[in-house]
């Protein structure tokens, strides 16, 4: 338990590493359950999985993700599946549609669903029938959420409707449009309790001095409600940061 730390260089590397982590435990367990962030700081890892598919493809040794089965973290509630900004969008557009994932194994939560209650609770169960999830991957916003799981998140919640702060949508209008009042008001997200329940283990990516601060709190407190993040040092958990991101850490 606790959080191992893996200094990288540059953001590419340790974006890298993640890729080649889960190349590695797909390559062993054909049908693993992996766990996705989206976000700025997994993309060049999506990115790498999807350079490593197509070369392997005609290769003695292709990758296959058939029997893959995908959890995501969250989704924004009421914009369409197929908006440009949906989570929905960007994980099928970057990652799943690229390495050819089955759709009936991937499971994001439903922000458009008439039953927001409803479409938790169904992700609850699909995880729990999925016998828990391999590894997933993890960023971490400004304030310290994880996930949309914001500071003073209780950390047994379960996967639930969340009203976004003002910081997080102010940190995701550069998404749309530059305003924070065309961003989403509210999301679907997975519970702190869900997450410590499910996953064996957690690659936890932060990249960029403007997290520094942020990091260096969570590596060295213990479980705080108002910084989500501390949740993960009472689980498995490879942190993979860039120089940038530890840059405060190693002045303590
Ligand atoms: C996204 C998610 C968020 C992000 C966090 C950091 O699925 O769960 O918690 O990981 O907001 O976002 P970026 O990577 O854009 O800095």
Same mark, same amino acid.
């Given at each position: 338990? =606790?959080?191992?730390? &893996? ?8 974006? &890298? ?5 889960? !190349?590695?435990? #797909? ?7 992996? =766990?996705?962030?989206? $976000? ?19 290769? @003695? ?6 029997? #893959? ?12 599946? *197929? ?7 960007? /994980? +099928?557009?970057?990652?799943? %549609? ?9 499971? !994001?939560?439903? $922000? ?14 699909? /995880? ?5 999830? @391999?590894? +997933?991957? #993890? =960023?971490?916003? *400004? ?8 500071? %003073? ?7 639930? #409707? ?7 949508? &102010? ?20 519970? /702190? ?19 520094? %601060?942020?990091?260096?709190?969570? /590596? ?18 490879? =942190? ?10 190693? &002045?303590?």
């Amino acid at each position: 338990m =606790g959080i191992k730390t &893996q200094p990288y260089k540059t953001h590419d590397a340790m974006a &890298q590493a993640v890729a080649d982590r889960i !190349i590695a435990l #797909v390559r062993t367990k054909p049908d693993a359950v992996i =766990g996705l962030a989206t $976000g700025s700081t997994p993309e060049a890892v999506y990115a790498k999985l999807v350079e490593a598919f197509e070369a392997a493809k005609d290769s @003695d040794a292709p990758l296959d993700f058939s029997q #893959v089965t995908f959890f995501a973290l969250d989704e924004y509630v009421n914009l369409p599946l *197929h908006h440009p900004e949906s989570y929905h969008y960007y /994980l +099928w557009s970057k990652l799943l %549609g690229p390495i050819d994932a089955d759709p009936a194994k991937v499971h !994001i939560p439903h $922000g458009t669903a008439e039953n927001l209650d409803e479409a938790c609770q169904r992700y609850e169960a699909a /995880l729990a029938k999925a016998g828990g999830v @391999d590894l +997933w991957i #993890v =960023g971490m916003g *400004h304030n310290g959420h994880i996930a949309f799981n914001e500071p %003073g998140t209780p950390r047994d919640s379960r996967t639930h #409707v969340v009203p976004l702060t003002d910081a997080t949508r &102010q940190a995701n209008a550069r998404f749309f449009g530059g305003e924070k009042q065309n961003t989403p008001s509210h999301a679907l997200t997975v519970g /702190l309790g869900t997450l410590k329940e499910h996953a064996k283990e957690v690659a936890f990516m932060v990249n960029g001095e403007a997290k520094a %601060g942020m990091l260096a709190r969570v /590596l060295h407190g213990g479980f705080n409600a108002k910084i989500p993040a501390t949740l993960l040092q009472g689980m498995n958990v490879t =942190g993979y940061f860039d120089e940038a991101a530890l840059s405060q850490t190693r &002045q303590k």
